[in-house]
Every structure is written in structure tokens, then in C-alpha cells.
């Protein structure tokens, strides 16, 4: 048993960074509010749980029930210990759609977090507001079983969406959006053990796809990176690239956009 949640546990941490396809949705209102949406799709880690643990085992520990949901993340919040005080409020209006099916290879996550103002998209943008802890706390609720092991057996540190977004600066203003890599923080992530496997999967040709798509209030003015696309009024902004390029040339990811 305890092997068993070493192993799903393994394939959840692996699902933080190898989400096969993220699309981050930003509406920026003209009072600063707005929306931020992750939406997320892990259809391909149905096939890597039932390698590495097999259906008979998987229907053992209830995985094979569909799962149709959505979650407030403020009834999460006090299970996330790791968060700040900062990092809840900030989290404390969002919801989470969770859909999971194992026979129809469905798995499935949309997070959407209203924000107040600038600083608040800031931080979202920049993974302060730990999303993927959250994930991490629900998980373990969900598939975890206390006195069974599960907690000793989850993999400690491993790298996740928020690592990857921390690597840059992000400045936001009226009118004004900047990603910038933050070296030492670039240095950091990848001098760090795990790393290691993480660019293996870049070397055998794996790939991240993700999508921003920032809906502006105004027309864009100026953009200074030739993998953003706009829309012909100019109002919504479009970046398509490979997640996992990030470890060879974060700079060729960084933005700066003036409306």
C-alpha cells in the first residue's frame, strides 16, 4: 500500500511540472481589477498513473470515480500551511474546477482568482500567490489516507508551475506589463537537484505548451517580443510557447507591453 502512494504520489508531483498544456487567461479591467484563470489539461497523466501503478490498483484507492467539482479555495486555505497570510488573502476569492475521469482519460483543472488591483495580478503573474501548494494540500485530501503512510510518502521539493514563474520580474502599472528574468533566481531554480530530470524531459522531446492571453482595456501600444501576436483591435495580447524552453532561454520569453 505505502508503495503504491509513493507511486501516485510521484506521478502528482511529476503533474506540476508536466501539465502537457496550460492556457493562462488575463482580463485587465480599466479600474486595474480583473480576472486570472489557469486552465489546465493532464489528460496524458491518466496513462503515466496506470504504468506505473496499473487500473486494478488504481480502482483500489477510488481513483477510477469520476470526479465533477468545483472548489472554493478559502475552505482550502486553513489545510495550506505553507502559505502566508498575504498569499491567502490572496487566493481566498478563488475557485477551482476539477474534473477527472480515468476511463474517458479526462483530467482536467481550471483556477480562476479575481484580483483588486495591479499589485495583486502582479503577484499572481509572478507565482506568489501558491496555487500549486493548495493543489499539493487538496491532493493529498482527496487521494491521501492518514495512518496509511501517504504523508511520508510524498516526494518533498519538487519543482512546480510557481518555480517556473518565479523566475521573472514582473512589474505591472496602468499601461504598462514587464517580464524580466531575474538571474539569480533563474540560477537558483536550475542549480537545484530535481532539475536534472526536468530537462531530460526537455532533451527527449517532451513539451509544455502554454498559452497567455492577456485581454487589455485599451489597445496595445507597443510590444517588444515577435512571439506576441494581437488581435486587430490591438486589445488582446497572445504568446504561445514550449513551457519547458525556459531552462535553455528564459530571456527569449521575457515581455514588455505598453497600452
Known amino acids: 500500500m505505502k508503495h503504491l502512494k509513493y507511486i ?7 503533474f506540476l511540472v508536466s501539465c502537457y498544456e496550460v492556457n493562462e487567461e488575463i482580463q485587465i479591467n480599466a479600474d486595474g481589477s480583473g480576472t486570472y484563470v489557469t486552465k489546465m489539461d493532464m489528460g496524458q497523466l491518466i496513462d503515466m498513473m496506470q ?5 486494478d490498483a488504481l480502482t483500489k484507492e477510488g481513483m477510477d470515480r469520476v470526479i465533477d467539482t468545483t472548489i472554493l479555495m478559502k475552505n482550502m486555505l486553513d489545510s495550506a500551511k505553507d502559505l502566508t497570510a498575504e498569499q491567502k488573502d490572496l487566493m481566498k476569492d478563488g475557485q477551482m474546477k476539477l474534473q477527472m475521469n480515468i476511463k474517458e482519460k479526462i483530467f482536467k483543472m481550471d483556477m480562476n482568482f479575481p484580483y483588486k488591483n495591479y499589485k495583486s495580478l502582479q503577484q499572481l503573474m509572478s507565482g506568489q500567490g501558491g496555487n ?23 516526494p518533498p521539493g519538487g519543482p512546480n ?3 517556473f514563474a518565479g523566475i521573472y520580474d514582473v512589474t505591472i502599472k496602468n499601461g504598462f506589463i514587464s517580464k524580466k528574468v531575474n538571474a539569480e533566481k533563474f540560477k537558483a531554480l536550475t542549480d537545484r537537484p530535481e532539475m536534472a530530470q ?13 498559452t497567455t492571453t492577456i485581454k487589455l482595456p485599451r489597445p496595445a501600444k ?3 517580443n515577435p512571439l506576441i501576436k494581437l488581435s486587430d483591435d490591438k486589445k488582446t495580447v497572445t504568446m504561445k510557447y514550449n513551457m519547458l524552453e525556459l531552462l535553455d532561454d528564459p530571456q ?5 507591453i505598453e497600452y
Open 222 to 224: 507597443k510590444t517588444d
Open 252 to 256: 527569449k520569453f521575457s515581455y514588455t
Open 198 to 210: 526536468v530537462k531530460q524531459l526537455s532533451s527527449s522531446g517532451m513539451e509544455i505548451l502554454y
Open 51 to 55: 504504468t506505473f501503478a496499473g487500473e
Open 8 to 14: 501516485l504520489s510521484v506521478a502528482l508531483c511529476i
Open 132 to 154: 500549486n501548494t493548495g493543489l499539493t494540500t487538496m491532493f493529498k485530501d482527496m487521494f491521501g489516507n492518514k495512518g496509511d503512510g501517504a504523508e511520508q510518502a510524498a
Open 161 to 163: 508551475m510557481d518555480d
